[in-house]
């Protein structure tokens, strides 16, 4: 009986403790502050379509009308895009800077909820304060759209959202944005892009059982999410045959120096980068051949 | 002997000739591979480490004309199976797939037309490679 008390007191103690670890924390004081800082929306559609968001949360049709719906199909469930629209009923229209930046940094929605990083924060939160301040600006400039998501469907026990509180204390450091980088064609600027804004690690990054990446085999290619085939090796090796020119044509023009052509999610990377000044993407070309 | 000969070599093109007909996967990768070989070229001139050359140019472009014409009907049904990257959806969305070859042929022969020297390649080419993106980005499957 004695022993029954016991090991009832200690589940309650660890259920306690579960709960206590997963809680989601507050926006970091320093982040909330840079990012009340009124900021540039033409810097911002820059940052937009680095950081892919119209790829999840548009059609190809209309890339500005961000009303979400878009199935990502992963291990775990299919899981849709919200809507992020300026809509403030279905999308984010009430929320603030410091809620959106909540977001782009921890993973937490307005109502204080756990976001799951098939939203790519791991990598998102790698941005700027200044960048992320300027998306916003960008954000709060486009159309309202209707229109309501279906909820994640994964199974039991991936649909306890809370359950993504241990998941960041698994993989995510506390978050300390870094400073801005100037946008030039350097390998810093290519490496801040590359692991910020354009979240190439989150198809080309191995994951372990639990979906959480291996820093150790960052960029060596990984099987796509949703299953279907894999993504390529970008790391010095995997690139060992291609130079600067290769990897910035490519990027630029979906071909690559074979002469083949970029299929599956990599075509919607084309389409979004060649938004880009020209020197972005030359920078991220730098990058990769700087070999980390 | 040799009229032998001359049977023997009917039968060889007779069966190369049936080759087509008969394997839409043999025929329409033949195609793709011309057009990754035409295209390689293309992205020299592109990256800059090759002059710009109007020959390649419209060599690249005929053979898309030529696979637009022709790869739509080497994909009947069911050939989605054996070593292929077809996709399924391909058979889901014949009508747009089909319709995607026939952007692809028009583009390029406007290309054709309008490209006359760098300048105009530079203006003229990238419409037509987003075709290939975005063909494959939807009915080919990555490699496993």
């Known amino acids: 009986m004695r022993a029954l008390a016991a090991l009832i007191i200690l589940a309650l103690a660890a259920a306690g403790a579960a709960w206590r670890l997963s809680e989601p924390g507050p926006l970091d004081p320093a982040v909330a502050a840079g990012v009340d800082k009124p900021g540039d929306a033409k810097a911002g559609e820059i940052v937009f379509w680095t950081a892919g968001c119209a790829s999840c949360h548009a059609s190809a049709q209309a890339p500005t009308a961000l009303s979400g719906g878009a199935e990502l199909k992963t291990p775990f469930g299919p899981i849709h895009a919200p809507n992020i629209s300026p809509d403030p009923q279905d999308g984010i229209g009430n929320w603030s800077a410091q809620d959106f930046a909540h977001a782009i940094y921890d993973g937490v929605d307005k109502a204080g909820r756990h976001l799951y990083p098939a939203f790519p924060y791991p990598s998102y939160r790698n941005m700027s304060v200044a960048d992320v301040s300027d998306l916003w600006a960008f954000l709060r400039s486009l159309a309202p759209v209707k229109g309501v998501s279906p909820p994640p469907g994964f199974g039991f026990p991936f649909n306890i959202r809370r359950a993504v509180g241990l998941w960041k204390r698994l993989y995510l450091a506390p978050v300390t944005p870094p400073q801005s980088v100037a946008a030039a064609d350097t390998a810093a600027y290519g490496r801040y892009l590359v692991k910020g804004a354009g979240h190439c690690g989150e198809c080309h990054t191995p994951r372990d059982f639990l979906g959480g990446p291996e820093p150790s085999k960052a960029l060596s290619g990984a099987p796509m999410p949703d299953g279907k085939g894999k993504s390529p090796n970008i790391t010095l090796s995997g690139l060992a045959k291609w130079d600067e020119g290769d990897i910035e044509t490519a990027l630029a023009v979906g071909i690559t120096p074979d002469g083949d052509s970029l299929g599956g999610a990599m075509a919607e990377v084309v389409r979004n980068l060649g938004h880009l000044p020209k020197g972005h993407v030359a920078a991220i070309a730098r990058y990769l051949k700087a070999g980390g | ?144």
């Open chain 2, 1 to 144: 002997m040799r009229r032998m000969v001359l049977a023997g070599l009917a039968i060889v093109a007779a069966a190369g000739a049936g080759l087509a007909a008969d394997d839409p996967l043999a025929a329409r990768q033949a195609l793709m591979k011309a057009n990754g070989k035409d295209t390689k070229a293309v992205f020299d001139i592109v990256k800059g480490a090759a002059p710009f050359s109007l020959e390649t140019v419209q060599t690249a472009l005929n053979q898309y004309i030529e696979t637009a014409e022709k790869a739509p009907a080497l994909f009947p049904e069911g050939s989605d199976k054996g070593k292929t990257q077809a996709l399924p959806a391909i058979w889901k969305n014949k009508a747009d797939f089909e319709a995607r070859f026939a952007k692809l042929g028009e583009d390029s022969k406007a290309a054709l037309a309008a490209i006359k020297d760098q300048a105009t390649f530079k203006a003229n080419y990238q419409p037509v490679l987003k075709n290939c993106n975005g063909c494959h980005e939807t009915y080919r499957a990555k490699e496993q």
